[in-house]
């Protein structure tokens, strides 16, 4: 089994295509589930995901709590033994989970795999074809799950950049391998966390703080 874990909050005009993309997956039914953890979104998220209710696990927040608490109730949440994130203003090419999982199965020794994705604009035009090990982004990465417990998952006092202390404490110890292929779409619009310059630059002085000048 694997988990596919969507975190939203206030993504609701993106969240649409991002389950129609995660529940249209060639993966054989029943090998994959669909967990949803909204993190308090006060923008019509409800409605969308009461839609998609008889397909999803979903799990709503009374107050938002964050990406990193999201994603770690998440995977605390998930029953399989491999996970992956998806954004919810993002959406995956429909072998997305075959193709990973496959390569996950077949070689026992890999700990995560992650692919390479289009950057894509709001209309989900592509814009860039990134290699996913040169430029690497938080989601389309199919992580073993006891290993993500044994690095202690996502550091929660992290608001931004939390995906790189992750990848910092996982390549410590384990590595990840990345397939050839643009199998996520990674969706560049006015809200994305990275363009908040603040908070990113908050982020960046935890991470100085916490692992050195590397």
């Not at 709503?60 to 996970?83: C, D, I, P, T």
Request: proline share 2%; aromatic share 10%.
């Amino acid at each position: 089994m694997t988990s596919l874990i969507i975190t939203s909050y206030n993504y609701g005009q993106y969240l649409e295509r991002c389950l129609r993309s995660a529940l249209n997956q060639t993966m054989p039914e029943g090998g994959y589930e669909v967990l949803v953890i909204d993190d308090a979104s006060r923008d019509g998220t409800e409605q969308i995901l009461n839609n998609f209710a008889d397909d999803i696990r979903c799990v709503r927040l009374e107050q938002n709590k964050g990406l990193s608490h999201a994603r770690n109730l998440g995977v605390k949440m998930a029953k399989g033994q491999f996970v992956v994130f998806l954004d919810a203003d993002d959406y995956v090419h429909k072998d997305f989970l075959y193709l990973e999982r496959t390569i996950m199965g077949l070689n026992p020794s890999l700990d995560a795999v992650s692919c390479d994705y289009y950057i894509v604009d709001e209309r989900g035009r592509h814009l860039e074809y990134t290699k996913g090990d040169a430029s690497p982004i938080a989601c389309g990465i199919m992580f073993r799950k006891d290993l993500l417990f044994q690095i202690g998952l996502y550091d929660e006092d992290f608001i931004a950049r939390e995906e790189e202390d992750l990848r910092k404490r996982w390549l410590a110890d384990y590595q990840i391998f990345n397939i050839p292929a643009a199998l996520y779409r990674y969706r560049m619009h006015d809200s994305n966390l990275t363009k908040d310059q603040s908070r990113m630059e908050e982020g960046k002085t935890k991470l100085h703080e916490k692992h050195g000048k590397q």
